[in-house]
């Protein structure tokens, strides 16, 4: 299964990055293979409500404890993907709105796939300069 939703990410990945050569739908993809990937999630949340290790979000050692079971930590990581996943389909529709080129975005994209809020905020700042505006609305 980790490899699975990891190939399907880089299927969604790829098709951001080559989104301006619009082949198919690319951005359209993305979103799917995202909503894919949140559907994954739920499955295998459902799967483990009952399991023994729980996650305790109240402390890190909670966390810890809880993501020590591979079941948990699997789940985890595919909330990840899917979760940054749509966020980059996001960033490449905002950006064609307002008119960001699609190299200035890849640095943004890249960063969203290796370090999630990372990328989005690095986006976050280039659409404030860009509009010379921060739309807050928007988000």
Excluded at 82 to 94: K, P, S, T
Aim: aromatic share 12%; proline share 3%.
């Amino acid at each position: 299964m980790f490899s699975l939703v990891g190939i399907l990410s880089f299927i969604g990945w790829s098709a951001l990055i080559f989104s301006p050569f619009r082949l198919v739908p690319l951005v359209l993809t993305a979103r799917i293979i995202s909503l894919l990937l949140a559907i994954i999630y739920t499955c295998f949340l459902v799967a483990l409500w009952g399991n023994e290790t729980k996650v305790d979000f109240s402390s890190l050692a909670g966390v810890s404890h809880g993501f020590s079971d591979m079941g948990n930590l699997l789940t985890g990581w595919i909330h990840f993907l899917a979760i940054d996943l749509f966020i980059g389909a996001w960033q490449v529709e905002r950006a064609k709105k307002i008119g960001i080129k699609h190299v200035i975005l890849l640095p943004c994209l890249i960063l969203t796939f290796l370090v999630g809020p990372l990328g989005m905020l690095l986006f976050m700042l280039i659409e404030s300069i860009k509009t010379k505006s921060v739309q807050l609305k928007n988000y």
